[in-house]
């Protein structure tokens, strides 16, 4: 398996633009994580979906903030409009069924932003 | 909040010697987990302990968790200049809306050649 694939790795915008971050579960499994990392607030949970149903989006910052997940591989984290306090590290991670810290998460490589 | 605390923020040691790092929390766990980032890199899991154990090993790993004071520690026996990275407990818990993950701080650990 290839893991937990993010994309893309890198992202650099300029404020006010639209940013979609992209996940691709590990297959089987049912439970997806979306974090945000900062160096002032550290691993921040932003939202979760337990087959492909939102449970508890009270990590999302704002209404500039929405994620789906469409399909059991594939999820989308989109910002719009961006603001350069939005720049971090965001990851996506996943679990087996019964994951809800039940099992170990999967990380991906995260995706790195940066708005100006 | 319930975010685990870990202590010491940073600790750096030789090769060869253990490393150990402790996490704290506030309320009731269903289990308690370690992980390890590399700088730059996503999180890797490492161990899970439940709320009924005591100890577990993986490896050069020995992880304890007391749940009468609330805190769990990780020793890396051994260390390798490759175990250099920050090393985060997460704990799962359940409260009266559903329930939650959450990980602390981190440690950032270096080990010196």
């Known amino acids: 398996d290839a893991g937990v694939i993010q994309s893309p790795r890198h992202e650099v915008t300029e404020m006010g633009q639209e940013v979609t971050l992209r996940c691709k579960p590990i297959?089987?499994?049912?439970?997806l994580f979306w974090y945000r990392q900062t160096m002032m607030r550290g691993l921040e949970l932003l939202i979760y979906?337990?087959?492909?149903?939102?449970?508890?989006d009270s990590g999302m910052p704002e209404d500039r903030f929405s994620a789906k997940m469409p399909n059991a591989s594939f999820s989308t984290l989109k910002i719009q409009p961006s603001e350069p306090r939005d720049s971090a590290v965001y990851f996506c991670?996943?679990?087996?069924?019964?994951?809800?810290?039940?099992?170990?998460?999967?990380f991906g490589s995260g995706t790195r932003l940066t708005v100006v | 909040s319930q975010q685990g605390e870990e202590d010491p923020q940073a600790l750096s040691i030789q090769e060869g010697e253990n490393a150990t790092m402790n996490c704290s929390y506030k309320t009731s766990i269903n289990n308690l987990q370690w992980y390890r980032q590399n700088s730059g890199r996503g999180l890797v899991h490492l161990i899970l302990?439940?709320?009924?154990?005591r100890e577990k090993h993986s490896g050069r790993l020995r992880v304890t968790l007391d749940t009468s004071k609330k805190s769990s520690s990780l020793l890396i026996t051994a260390s390798r200049a490759a175990d250099t990275a920050s090393y985060f407990c997460a704990t799962a818990y359940t409260h009266n809306y559903g329930q939650n993950f959450v990980f602390g701080p981190g440690t950032r650990l270096s080990v010196l050649p």
């Open positions: 302990i439940r709320s009924n154990e």
């Open positions: 991670a996943s679990s087996p069924p019964t994951g809800f810290g039940g099992y170990g998460y999967t």
């Open positions: 979906f337990n087959n492909n149903v939102p449970i508890d």
């Open positions: 297959s089987g499994h049912n439970s």
